[in-house]
């Protein structure tokens, strides 16, 4: 009973001086008591536990939490193409002994590393 | 589902506990408090990809598995006379108590019904003028509104045939007796977001400064979780003891005061005994005087009650992270989800039925008896 989960308001009502909605989650509807909320509005998220809202959802800090998240895995990305190929590849030498380069001199230069680049 | 998939990205899991890798210099261990948290970490797999050293502890935020065997048996005391209609949230249902339990009391007849919120209760109460409906009243700070205001509107309403059986829990006085125990080894506490939501973070403030240990609001996706215990470990790295919230999209610092307010109008707070771990004092919410007549316990003398908890069972030192499912000798065994011993294996939030449903150990314990 501990799991509240967050869901779309789709009806807001006065019942008998309580304040009600409905809300969707994901498809199944149900019955909400809002009293605790009464700034939500249709559309808004809420995250609901035992059948009352406990708290709207602030979509400016669910997107900023994404975001932190996200450049997180950019931060990643980009260290994994600073490293440049070869990493995760063997060892090539040339015939004279010098390491090979991954794409002839005639490659254009950013060839590589979008070659080894990590995930996206 | 919009804010539950966008926190499941694999690769932005990935990259967090990698970055956790990064930080991570000694071995460290933190605690969710929150029983959910742990159903998402041992389902995921969480705990097992941390660095080598970082340990979870599971915490004892299951409401299930922490109601005192005394009131299980008092509800089923209740629940057996003729005159009630006995509701709960649908997890109590298969909690054992001394005896039997209410699904097996419902079985034999009586009239138990699962309810999804306690004005479902009201509702059954108001339909059924002339039998005694009763709710059970479990849970920690996130049913405390929902709780309190079924009473409030049975008061407002006169629903004279309305009561609730009692028995709430709080969360920071379980972490601050966590940490006073001597042989606590939490050094840092991922706290229940859902709480949260309702009461806000300052009630952490003084518990983070005084123990000097990081306390980090976090929510229940996978990528909440490892973003949260990213935090704690960031902080506990780099030596400060902070009250940090993860959980921004659903959580602010003040809680939901009006949630509060409903709360302290209804109930005060008092001594609570937690099952498997003791008393705690100030542990809990009763209800106040002006809403005794509200009070199953007052409304029905359910005589003495002598309790007994199974042998086997291990759930107070489960709660209380000392021990892990597979230091129970019950576990898969004896006790599974379908004939459980103790309350941490029946609820969805217990750490034993997290384990049994992410099949951890489970083969090595299947024995044949033939």
């Known amino acids: 009973m501990c799991l509240g989960i967050p869901g779309k308001v789709i009806e807001v009502r006065d019942d008998a001086a309580l304040l009600m909605g409905k809300v969707d989650f994901g498809g199944v509807r149900k019955e909400v008591c809002l009293a ?11 995250i609901v536990h035992v059948g009352f809202a406990i708290s709207r959802v602030d979509e400016e800090e669910a997107l ?57 | 589902m919009k804010y539950l998939d966008e926190y499941r990205d694999p690769v932005l899991a990935r990259a967090i506990l990698d970055e956790i890798h990064r930080i991570t210099t000694r071995p460290w261990t933190l605690m969710e408090v929150c029983g959910g948290q742990t159903h998402t970490i041992v389902k995921q797999g969480i705990d097992e990809a941390l660095p080598q ?40 249902l298969r909690v054992p108590g001394t005896s039997t339990d209410l699904l097996a009391l419902k079985a034999r007849g009586a009239d138990v019904r699962i309810v999804y919120s306690p004005l479902d209760a009201l509702k059954i109460a108001v339909d059924n003028p002339d039998r005694e409906v009763v709710f ?88 909440d979780l490892l973003e949260g215990i990213l935090m704690a470990i960031r902080q506990l790295e780099a030596g400060r003891a902070e009250v940090e919230n993860q959980y921004a999209r659903a959580v602010k610092r003040e809680g939901t005061p009006l949630a509060q307010r409903q709360i302290m109008e209804v109930f005060e707070i008092g001594d609570r005994t937690w099952r498997g771990v003791g008393p705690i004092p100030d542990s809990g919410y009763r209800l106040r005087a002006e809403y005794a007549r509200f009070d199953a316990e007052q409304r029905f003398d359910v005589g003495t009650i002598h309790t007994l908890e199974h042998p086997a069972c291990i759930a107070g030192a489960i709660l209380t992270g000392a021990k892990v499912p597979l230091d129970c000798t019950a576990y898969g065994t004896l006790c599974t989800p379908q004939k459980p011993l103790g309350a941490p294996m029946v609820s ?22 033939r």
């Not at chain 2, 004892?60 to 922490?66: E, L, R």
């Not at chain 2, 109601?67 to 009630?84: C, F, S, W, Y």
């Not at chain 2, 997290?354 to 044949?368: E, L, N, T, W």
């Open chain 2, 53 to 92: 050293g970082v340990r979870m502890i599971h915490g004892p935020g299951c409401p299930v598995c922490v109601t005192p065997l005394e009131q299980v048996d008092k509800a089923l005391a209740i629940a057996a006379r003729p005159d009630v209609i006995f509701t709960s949230y649908g997890d109590m």
């Open chain 2, 136 to 223: 059970f009243a479990v849970g920690f700070e996130t049913t405390a509104p929902a709780n309190a205001m079924a009473v409030a509107e049975a008061a407002r309403r006169d629903i004279d045939n309305f009561s609730v059986l009692v028995s709430h829990v709080l969360v920071p006085p379980a972490m601050t007796a966590l940490l006073d125990s001597p042989t606590n080894q939490v050094q840092g506490f991922l706290a229940a977001g859902h709480v949260c939501a309702v009461m806000g973070w300052t009630e952490y403030e003084p518990i983070a400064s005084t123990y000097h240990v990081p306390i980090v609001v976090t929510g229940f996706e996978p990528l």
């Open chain 2, 348 to 369: 969805s939030e217990g750490t034993c039925a997290a384990f049994y449903s992410a099949a951890r150990g489970v083969d090595a314990r299947k024995v044949s008896l």
């Open chain 1, 36 to 46: 605790y909320t009464p700034e939500v509005r249709l559309g808004d998220y809420v």
């Open chain 1, 64 to 120: 900023k939490t994404l975001e932190i998240l996200e450049q997180m895995g950019g931060l990643v990305t980009t260290e994994l193409e600073t490293m440049g190929p070869g990493m995760d590849r063997p060892a090539v030498l040339s015939d004279d002994g010098s390491p090979a380069t991954f794409g002839s001199a005639s490659a254009p230069a950013g060839a590589a590393t979008s070659a080894a680049g990590g995930p996206s």
